[in-house]
């Protein structure tokens, strides 16, 4: 038998512990120590750090939510006595429905943090009030100052003590000193027809607050302004307001312009105005670095109803905001004049004001123009006081002392015009 001369390759002797394995090396060295490569303990350690982290962030995110959730401070006092009222308040226009009124409220209170300013201790008025109308589409804001001095019918309301005031003609601002913010808001709906649908109150020391959380506040200061009382001492020019100046500017009544509630409105408006192109051109809102401080300081200042007074509710309200282009967002102040039997005081306007007022509550757009040297109208000619109005409006002639503002203020539906005032894009040195 021939011999196979055809070359092979040399035979693997067997393993030592055990048959052959098919498929790819273990990752058990061959010493067979069975601990992991250091490979496979950097995954491990990597995947761990990333579970924690995960962990950490989600218990931070919720700590942060809590307390800024639990900074809100909900007035259900007020959303109670409105609900006990639900009778009396307006519905909502079948054009508006959507759409959403807010009232904000500056409350001038002495006590606690806000002594400091003087006045009498627990005693407050509305010293600021706005009527925020968002439109349905969210593409437009409007809002409209009421001025505090403005004679208005404020209804029957429930006092701090539990007694129930009297139908009165009286001053804006003194139905939040009456009835608190309930007879505030049953006022203002009482004099639109306007459905209020949330309100806020902030104070003087909350105002502050959130000026300097967002970094200041730029104004144009048409002439040096020295006021001890306002703890203002500002040259000309354009200025950047924090704090406390922030609050004198937008308080400052007898030592700017004429004096005149009216000018202190416009500087009010020029505020907020100003306030919406920072917010909108630093991007606070959709930065968290920066939106952290504004939740905080904000949450911490409000006092609002039930249905805002959540963190979840407070950023949808913001989400809706943050959209709309400062050239639509229209300041502006509800019409008004000298009142007829006092020139301390004012009152509305026809038919413009009800023009005003209609046109917000089937939620359509209202035109504003700059403000002008055009005077407002005068008080009406040839009207003669009437008995106890001019020393005591809501003083007892025998006759409704409201039926007279109440018929002034009525709801109309023409066609409405444009107003006095300005967007949100215009700033106030380039105006001038």
């Known amino acids: 038998?021939?011999?196979?001369?055809?070359?092979?390759?040399?035979?693997?002797?067997?393993?030592?512990?055990?048959?052959?394995?098919?498929?790819?090396?273990t990752?058990?060295?061959?010493?067979?120590?069975?601990?992991p490569r250091p490979r496979?303990?950097?995954?491990?350690?990597?995947?761990?750090?990333?579970?924690?982290?995960?962990?950490?962030?989600?218990?931070?995110?919720?700590?942060?939510?809590?307390?800024?959730?639990?900074?809100?401070?909900?007035?259900?006092?007020?959303?109670?006595?409105?609900?006990?009222?639900?009778a009396e308040r307006p519905g909502r226009t079948a054009g508006a429905h959507g759409a959403e009124n807010l009232l904000l409220i500056g409350s001038d209170e002495r006590s606690g943090a806000n002594g400091a300013y003087g006045g009498e201790a627990g005693g407050q008025r509305s010293d600021t009030t706005i009527l925020l109308h968002l439109a349905a589409d969210r593409k437009r804001v409007t809002a409209v100052s009421v001025p505090r001095d403005v004679m208005v019918a404020v209804p029957a309301c429930e006092q701090s003590d539990g007694a129930r005031s009297k139908p009165a003609l009286m001053q804006f601002n003194q139905a939040f000193q009456t009835g608190g913010p309930a007879c505030s808001i049953r006022t203002v709906e009482q004099l639109s027809g306007i459905r209020i649908d949330h309100y806020m109150i902030l104070d003087f020391s909350g105002f502050k607050t959130m000026v300097d959380a967002i970094g200041g506040v730029e104004v144009c200061v048409p002439q040096p302004i020295h006021d001890?009382?306002?703890?203002?001492?500002?040259?000309?020019?354009?200025?950047?307001?924090?704090?406390?100046?922030?609050?004198?500017?937008?308080?400052?009544?007898?030592?700017?312009?004429?004096?005149?509630?009216?000018?202190?409105?416009?500087?009010?408006?020029?505020?907020?105005?100003?306030?919406?192109?920072?917010?909108?051109?630093?991007?606070?809102?959709?930065?968290?670095?920066?939106?952290?401080?504004?939740?905080?300081?904000?949450?911490?200042?409000?006092?609002?109803?039930g249905g805002l007074s959540s963190l979840a509710a407070l950023y949808d309200l913001t989400r809706d905001l943050r959209g709309i282009p400062s050239a639509d967002v229209a300041l502006l102040t509800a019409p008004r004049r000298p009142y007829r039997y006092d020139?301390?005081?004012?009152?509305?306007?026809?038919?413009?004001?009800?023009?005003?007022?209609?046109?917000?509550?089937?939620?359509?757009?209202?035109a504003v123009r700059p403000p002008g040297p055009t005077a407002s109208p005068g008080p009406v000619q040839g009207a003669e006081p009437s008995p106890g109005t001019a020393a005591d409006p809501g003083a007892d002639t025998?006759?409704?002392?409201?039926?007279?503002?109440?018929?002034?203020?009525?709801?109309?539906?023409?066609?409405?015009p444009t107003f006095e005032g300005r967007t949100a894009d215009v700033d106030a040195c380039v105006a001038q």
């Open 40 to 86: 496979r303990r950097w995954l491990t350690a990597t995947a761990g750090a990333g579970a924690f982290l995960l962990v950490a962030t989600g218990a931070l995110i919720w700590i942060a939510y809590r307390k800024l959730d639990g900074n809100i401070r909900t007035d259900s006092a007020t959303d109670r006595l409105l609900a006990q009222l639900e």
């Open 228 to 305: 001890k009382d306002a703890k203002l001492d500002l040259p000309a020019g354009r200025r950047s307001l924090h704090g406390e100046q922030a609050l004198g500017y937008v308080r400052a009544r007898e030592s700017l312009g004429d004096g005149s509630d009216t000018q202190r409105m416009g500087r009010q408006q020029q505020f907020l105005a100003s306030l919406v192109r920072k917010v909108q051109s630093q991007g606070v809102l959709l930065n968290p670095a920066k939106l952290w401080p504004v939740l905080d300081a904000a949450t911490s200042s409000v006092r609002a109803d």
């Open 343 to 366: 020139s301390d005081r004012d009152e509305f306007v026809q038919p413009q004001t009800g023009q005003l007022f209609a046109a917000l509550r089937d939620d359509q757009p209202v």
């Open 27 to 35: 990752d058990t060295p061959a010493g067979g120590t069975g601990r």
């Open 398 to 416: 025998g006759t409704d002392p409201t039926a007279e503002v109440a018929a002034d203020a009525s709801p109309t539906t023409d066609a409405s």
């Open 1 to 25: 038998m021939a011999e196979d001369d055809t070359e092979h390759p040399p035979t693997a002797p067997p393993p030592k512990n055990g048959p052959a394995q098919d498929g790819p090396p």
